[in-house]
Nanobody, 126 residues
Framework: QVQLVESGGGSVQAGGSLRLSCAAS????????MGWFRQAPGKVREVVAA????????YYKESVKGRFTISRDNAKNTVYLQMNSLKPEDTAVYYC???????????????????WGKGTLVTVSS
């Protein structure tokens, strides 16, 4: 049984920073591509950032490039999302995602995701 547990969400003012963590259990993280998706009220779930199994390939949604950084520590079975210069439009529930994928591939669509975390709420006020 795979469990993905997100943490690090919260409320912050615009311009602030948060660091999300996703701890995986039940699987060896190095065998999976990982990603962070988000879903704002009334909107579809979308990819924010993704990272390949070996960490060598990353993907970022255009609006977060230069502000967000995804990373992974396979030894700790944990993936991170460092979010800087947060904006009110970043407000959403953020979900950790795990997918079986080839070594250097990133996963950027919800239909490809094999496992989801329960999400952590990020609220950015202006």
């Amino acid at each position: 049984q795979v469990q993905l547990v997100e943490s690090g969400g919260g409320s912050v003012q615009a311009g602030g920073s948060l660091r999300l963590s996703c701890a995986a259990s039940g699987r060896t993280l190095s065998n999976y591509a990982m990603g962070w998706f988000r879903q704002a009220p009334g909107k579809v779930r979308e990819v924010v950032a993704a990272i390949s199994r070996n960490g060598g390939t990353t993907y970022y949604k255009e609006s977060v490039k230069g502000r967000f950084t995804i990373s992974r520590d396979n030894a700790k079975n944990t993936v991170y999302l460092q979010m800087n210069s947060l904006k009110p439009e970043d407000t959403a529930v953020y979900y950790c995602a795990l997918t079986v994928a080839s070594f250097s591939r990133v996963v950027t669509t919800t239909r490809e995701v094999d496992y989801w975390g329960k999400g952590t709420l990020v609220t950015v006020s202006s």
